[in-house]
């Protein structure tokens, strides 16, 4: 805006507030009969899945079709066609199911000790990113979250050392989630600690329990004076 005329982009902008939110719509738009069906959209993350190698070319063909009609244009540096497992939005896709990235894994297992709040904050920053793939985080991690109550000097506990060896062997070997299908039978369980509390969502298929999701949490203040029915 000028003291002689008003001036709009032409293109959407980058950094404006609204860009994302703007730009998912406008996908929803274009895509509204693929998605949830043979493609997932998350602002200019796309993903064409399909169950079967032979309709794979022509979902394709359907989504590039919808590309070139509205004039959109995709980066082929940052494309990648036929694969069986991916990464996007920073988890591992598979055939098998979702699984967390590698890296974020490997980043907490090759850390050392932390020696400072500092530290120990970018760790349960890690931990909390990764607590859906993991059981009982909020229990596991409790000694951590210890060491950043303000009215404490900080101090790496054996029992910190203890816990952190423990998470890291976990780490080593993280689970894969699946998706809930419909009509399989869904479970829950939970566990309740004095410190927190855990659950985690299955699915039955073929008579075998499949992971779906993790929920962890400390208990906080009063809530550890709670009774076990109450938490």
């Given at each position: 805006?000028?003291?002689?005329?008003?001036?709009?982009?032409?293109?959407?902008?980058?950094?404006?507030?609204?860009?994302?939110?703007?730009?998912?719509?406008?996908?929803?738009?274009?895509?509204?009969?693929?998605?949830?069906?043979?493609?997932?959209?998350?602002?200019?993350d796309?993903?064409?899945?399909?169950?079967?190698?032979?309709?794979?070319?022509?979902?394709?063909?359907?989504?590039?079709?919808?590309?070139?009609?509205?004039?959109?244009?995709?980066?082929?540096?940052?494309?990648?066609?036929?694969?069986?497992a991916?990464?996007?939005?920073?988890?591992?896709?598979?055939?098998?199911?979702?699984?967390?990235?590698?890296?974020?894994?490997?980043?907490?297992?090759?850390?050392?000790?932390?020696?400072?709040?500092?530290?120990?904050?970018?760790?349960?920053?890690?931990?909390?990113?990764l607590?859906?793939?993991?059981?009982?985080?909020?229990?596991?991690?409790?000694?951590?979250?210890?060491?950043?109550?303000?009215?404490?000097?900080?101090?790496?506990?054996?029992?910190?050392?203890?816990?952190?060896?423990?998470?890291?062997?976990?780490?080593?070997?993280?689970?894969?989630l699946?998706?809930?299908?419909?009509?399989?039978?869904?479970?829950?369980?939970?566990?309740?600690?004095?410190?927190?509390?855990?659950?985690?969502?299955?699915?039955?298929?073929?008579?075998?329990?499949?992971?779906?999701?993790?929920?962890?949490?400390?208990?906080?203040?009063?809530?550890?004076r709670?009774?076990?029915?109450e938490?």
């Amino acid at each position: 805006m000028t003291n002689t005329c008003n001036y709009h982009y032409n293109v959407m902008s980058f950094g404006l507030k609204n860009a994302g939110a703007t730009y998912q719509r406008l996908m929803d738009r274009v895509f509204s009969e693929k998605i949830g069906k043979n493609l997932e959209v998350y602002i200019d993350d796309m993903v064409v899945k399909t169950t079967k190698e032979g309709e794979h070319d022509q979902d394709l063909g359907d989504i590039l079709a919808s590309v070139r009609k509205y004039n959109m244009r995709l980066n082929p540096a940052k494309c990648s066609f036929g694969v069986q497992a991916g990464k996007s939005l920073g988890f591992m896709l598979t055939s098998r199911g979702i699984g967390a990235n590698p890296e974020k894994f490997q980043a907490i297992i090759d850390i050392q000790s932390p020696a400072s709040v500092k530290e120990v904050q970018q760790l349960t920053r890690r931990i909390t990113a990764l607590s859906r793939f993991l059981s009982c985080a909020g229990e596991k991690a409790f000694y951590f979250f210890a060491t950043l109550k303000k009215s404490k000097r900080f101090a790496w506990s054996p029992q910190c050392e203890e816990a952190f060896q423990k998470l890291k062997k976990i780490l080593a070997s993280p689970p894969i989630l699946t998706c809930p299908e419909p009509g399989n039978t869904l479970y829950l369980y939970l566990a309740v600690s004095d410190r927190a509390f855990s659950s985690v969502l299955v699915q039955e298929v073929k008579g075998e329990e499949k992971l779906v999701y993790f929920v962890n949490r400390t208990l906080r203040g009063a809530e550890v004076r709670y009774q076990k029915i109450e938490r």
